[in-house]
């Protein structure tokens, strides 16, 4: 079996993001490993003490893995959404509100020719989301 799953990285946020999401979106915080934790402790060189070397969670039936980046070289994503396919649209619409407060709202969260509800956003955290909530298209 192959899967292609997100890496997400943070400017030493990554622990604070995923309590956020899993407050709001509903994740399930697998597994988060600090710098700290690992052998590699003695060797690296974070940019804050507590970052996270690696973590995953789950949103619905999919995986997200992140990190913070390592030693201060965070840089910004572009060109790349996570999408969230959701046939709720109430509660589509409550997460992309969640996703957009302190962030940046890319595209209202609205009806559109194809779902009964869609908007992008920028999250307080400098992820890049698509909310879409169709209630014909399964997840």
Not at 2 to 7: I, K, L
Not at 17 to 31: R, T
Not at 96 to 103: P, Q, T
Request: net charge negative; proline share 5%; with cysteine.
């Amino acid at each position: 079996m192959m899967r292609a799953v997100p890496y997400l990285t943070f400017n030493s946020q990554c622990r604070e993001a995923f309590a956020y999401y899993e407050k709001h979106l509903g994740a399930e915080i697998l597994s988060i490993m600090g710098y700290e934790d690992t052998p590699m402790a003695q060797e690296a060189t974070p940019a804050n003490p507590n970052d996270v070397m690696h973590a995953a969670m789950k949103i619905g039936s999919s995986t997200i893995l992140a990190s913070d980046a390592f030693n201060g070289g965070y840089v910004a994503p572009a060109g790349v959404f996570v999408a969230i396919q959701i046939a709720d649209k109430v509660e589509g619409e409550r997460m992309f509100n969640a996703l957009a407060e302190g962030g940046e709202v890319i595209m209202p969260f609205e009806k559109t020719f194809w779902a009964e509800g869609f908007g992008m956003a920028c999250d307080k955290f400098g992820v890049r989301w698509m909310v879409n909530c169709d209630p014909s298209v399964e997840a």
